[in-house]
């Protein structure tokens, strides 16, 4: 496990999967503070599993997870959630039937204080929800959906985000501006760690990179140069050899 002093999220050992199903086989990780940290793999490989272990989605057999200095191996996801970690799933993350302004709402519900502060935080970061915030999330593009599912889990003050496969089925110019969005985040002060197919366009806006394949954890390096490492490449990247 690589050394750093600043962490926001260690993972130790973590065995899981789903009932007697076991998916992660004793994976570390480490994300640091204001940091996006990408996990890139085949499908199937236990990527989303890992997220939803972590969230307290899925079982975890052992191992340990520490959160900003706490260990939170047996928290439930509503006490996370508080802690200011975040989750948004690859689909169903967004509630169809309601408007823009409501999802956004339901985003804030836990809160005890004014919202309205971050609710125009979110609208400056996704101007073009603003424009829409009375229409229903079902007539959104995929890519505005996304945006939608990202501005509400930023309504519940989140210090760390996890984020599943949030440019899945998205054109190329909605996977760059999603990418693009999470860059500034980082750049504002959150900790993201992020799963994701679109492997290369989501490692040149990371920090670090894992690489998971069978359930367990194969490779690591910072995400430039996991980019540049051929064997990477041709295995995972989509690279041709030469």
Known sequence: MRAIENKALEVIGINGGYGSVQILFDID???????IVTIIGPNGCGKS??????FGLANRYS?????????????????????????VPQVNNVFPDLTILEN??????????????????????FPELKERKFELASNLSGGQRQMLALGRALMTRPRMML???????LSPI???????????????????????????????????????????????????????????????LGVAKD
């Open 49 to 54: 599993t890992f997220l939803k272990v972590i």
């Open 63 to 87: 191992g340990g997870v520490n959160y900003f200095g706490s260990d939170v191996s047996n928290e439930k996801t509503d006490k996370l959630v508080k802690m200011g970690l975040s989750y």
């Open 174 to 236: 909605f996977v760059q501006e999603i990418l693009d969005k999470v860059s500034a985040l980082r750049d504002d002060g959150m900790s993201i760690l992020l799963v994701e197919q679109n492997a290369k366009s989501a490692l040149r806006h990371s920090d670090y990179g894992y690489v998971f394949a069978h359930g367990e954890l194969v490779y690591e390096d910072v995400a430039e140069s996991i980019l540049t490492n051929k064997n990477i490449g041709e295995l995972f």
């Open 163 to 169: 984020l599943d496969e949030p440019t899945a089925a």
């Open 29 to 35: 990780l480490v994300v640091g503070k204001q940091e």
């Open 104 to 125: 956004l709402e339901m985003g804030g519900y836990r809160l005890n204080d004014d919202i309205s502060d971050d609710m125009e935080k979110v609208f400056q970061i």
